[in-house]
């Protein structure tokens, strides 16, 4: 530990509250790289985790979320001691959605204020089972129950309304590239795995039977055009796979060449960029992410960032885009 | 030495003698020399606290009679020749009148006619060194021309056998497939490959060496049961029931050359009876076989009739292996 938590609360309190307003270019130094919660060693329950919320930038400095829950709390209130709350970070690490020390669920903008969501704006499950995200904009946050009984949530976090829910049954997949639609991956009828798209609003604009090199090979994420959907193959030589769900044709298969490390996210970050998280798990060593921009029409890869986490990390949640 | 040689010149002059005489209209005959199934007793080893097959294999005929099968081995070998405590290998043909096995005393893989007859030795080569019995899967054509010898040990680099009986012929399979089963009239084997994308393609192998290979989409691939038809193209794709959603089992038409499937038909069966194998026939009818198993209970087999347009069954076989039973095996599995 280079820095002790008590410092890095007061650091991060003043540093949230200051930072320029202004947004900036995306992934500017002030953006939020990951979240991150450190695991204690216990004498014999295995880790746990402790301490609170570290937020780490592009510029390797570290802030604190110090409002934020860190344990979650079961449905009955009581610490679940090993279960952490949720935390999303928008894929311009702008902005984060997380559950407040008293329960609410709250947006905070860097260098902004933090908009509290109403009382009720979140399902009535234990918060481990809760999971956020927020589009690449930060503009959008569903609230995801991980048991899928209960509907997915869409809201505005700049008014905190309430836009649409999105059935439970449906695993929320992410937010389209421009955050106007929500890409779920549906257990259909005939041991098949549907794609289907719903506007912010809860309406379903799509659905469709992926080919298996779609199917199989996740995570998918949805264009800004609502339509085409991108995914990598990662087994043998990478490819980048464009499927049309409108026309239910593949478009194009492009093979790229990579760094190391497994598919932790996808997004769409342009109208022909595709970004991926690659995370290289290292034994005994911090997860090395990479992060690299696809062109999607003619295959080039270039590096937008690469960074060791936090080797004590207990979970991460790292930004999209 | 486990296997003794015999030259292939005194085998197909055997052979012809037995099974030479291709077998016509055979599912409208009936007797002892058609076997439904075959089964073998499981006995509890109260040292281990295990159960183990024991006794003989047995052929549940036609006729409803049994007939016990000493010669074919209970338990299967390691390939260093230990003892495997899993059933001896065992396959009958579609049509119930030829069965294949290793033999009990040497764990050679042999044939023989159902109705009685001699037993016919296959080319030792079908077990070969570094592979016991344990790493193979038997399988016999709908009519019992051929034997199918597909392995399954660890290095994953043993191409399929296929061998006719009556001349001793051996045709090579990739290693990298996994058979499903012969086409109904034994010419072509249909199989499965894995690509290095995920996916999961089909193949059907004409056993004069050319194959045809399409990836299917999602419902063709996760269907498990499906059977080839004697046109080397037709495959019949059993769609599995949802017990969760009351959704029965459903019927797709799926043609490898064409890449075409069929809307499909709802199966006149309950969600939780998704056939356990199909075959189409040598008159061209689609059957489906289903089980159904309860602990302590004897297994009630049914052999269905499916029409392939409406989804209809009618019962053409029904059958119960006995509850002692440690494993079975049905014709044309």
Redesign the interface.
Same mark, same amino acid.
């Given at each position: 530990m280079r820095i002790r938590i008590a410092v890095v609360v007061a650091a991060g309190l003043s540093t949230l509250l200051t930072a320029p307003a202004q947004a900036g270019p995306h992934h500017g130094h002030d953006g939020v790289r990951y979240a991150s919660i450190k695991a204690c060693e216990t004498k014999d329950a295995g880790p746990r985790p402790c301490g609170a919320w570290r937020l780490v930038m592009h510029d390797g400095s570290r802030r604190a979320l110090p409002d934020a829950q860190t344990v979650a709390l079961k449905a009955n209130g009581k610490p679940s001691v090993t279960g952490v709350a949720p935390v999303a970070v928008s894929g311009d690490g702008q902005r984060l959605a997380y559950l407040t020390k008293s329960g609410r669920l709250a947006v905070r903008t860097l260098g902004g204020g933090v908009k509290l969501l109403a009382e009720d704006a979140l399902p009535r499950v234990a918060q481990q089972d809760l999971t956020f995200r927020l589009s690449d904009d930060g503009g959008r946050l569903a609230v995801i129950d991980g048991n899928m009984r209960k509907g997915t949530r869409v809201f505005d976090t700049a008014t905190g309304d309430l836009l649409g829910t999105i059935p439970g049954t449906e695993r929320m997949m992410g937010f389209s590239g421009d955050g106007g639609e929500v890409l779920t991956s549906v257990d259909a009828?005939? %041991? @098949?795995?549907d794609l289907a798209v719903y506007s912010d609003t809860g309406e379903q604009l799509r659905r469709a039977?992926?080919?298996?090199?779609v199917?199989?090979?996740s995570p998918q994420a949805l264009s800004g055009d609502g339509r085409t959907v991108a995914n990598m @193959?990662m %087994?043998?030589?990478p490819?980048l796979v464009l499927y049309d769900m409108e026309t239910d044709q593949v478009t194009s298969r492009t093979r790229v060449k990579l760094p190391a490390g497994s598919v932790h996210m996808i997004d769409w970050t342009g109208e022909s960029q595709v970004t991926l998280h690659l995370l290289q798990e290292r034994d005994d060593k911090a997860g090395l992410m990479t992060i690299v921009r696809i062109d999607t029409g003619t295959g080039t890869v270039k590096t937008r960032d690469r960074y060791a986490m936090l080797k004590d990390s207990y979970v991460f949640a790292a930004c999209g885009g | 030495m486990r296997h003794t040689s015999v030259s292939a010149a005194l085998l197909v002059a055997a052979v012809i003698g037995g099974l030479g005489v291709a077998p016509a209209g055979a599912h409208a005959q009936e007797g002892p020399a058609v076997a439904r199934a075959a089964w073998i007793k499981s006995c509890h080893d109260r040292k281990n606290d295990t159960d183990a097959p024991c006794g003989h294999w047995r052929l549940i005929t036609r006729d409803g009679g049994g007939v016990a099968l000493p010669d074919a081995a209970a338990t299967r070998r390691h390939a260093t020749g230990a003892v495997a405590h899993e059933p001896g290998r065992l396959a009958i043909s579609g049509d119930g009148r030829v069965v294949a096995y290793e033999r009990a005393r040497d764990h050679r893989l042999v044939v023989r006619r159902v109705a009685g007859g001699p037993v016919k030795e296959l080319p030792t080569s079908l077990v070969p060194k570094g592979i016991g019995t344990d790493d193979l899967l038997l399988y016999v054509s709908p009519l019992g021309d051929k034997v199918l010898v597909e392995y399954v040990d660890d290095s994953g680099r043993q191409p399929t056998k296929v061998v006719t009986v009556a001349t001793g012929r051996t045709a090579e399979l990739p290693a990298r497939d996994s058979v499903r089963g012969f086409s109904a009239d034994g010419d072509e084997v249909l199989a499965t490959r894995t690509a290095?994308? &995920?996916?999961?393609a089909l193949v059907v192998h004409r056993l004069g060496g050319t194959s045809t290979q399409r990836?299917?989409?999602?419902?063709v691939? &996760?269907?498990p049961v499906t059977a080839l038809a004697a046109d080397g193209r037709t495959v019949a794709v059993f769609?599995?029931g949802?017990t969760g #959603?009351g959704?029965p089992p #459903?019927l797709r038409l799926y043609d490898l050359e064409t890449g075409e499937l069929s809307a499909?038909v709802d199966l006149a069966l309950n969600p939780g009876a998704t056939p356990y194998f199909a075959r189409w026939t040598a008159d061209g009818r689609l059957t489906a076989t289903v089980v159904s198993a309860e602990d302590g209970k004897p297994e009630v087999v049914r052999v269905l009739t499916v029409d392939t347009e409406t989804g209809d069954v009618t019962l053409t076989d029904r059958y119960s292996i006995s509850k002692t039973s440690y494993s079975s095996t049905k014709a044309g599995e």
């Open positions: 009828d005939e %041991s @098949v795995t039977t992926p080919p298996q090199v199917a199989w090979n @193959v %087994s043998g030589k490819e | 290095e994308d &995920n996916t999961t990836t299917p989409s999602q419902v691939a &996760n269907a769609v599995s949802d #959603r959704k #459903r499909g």
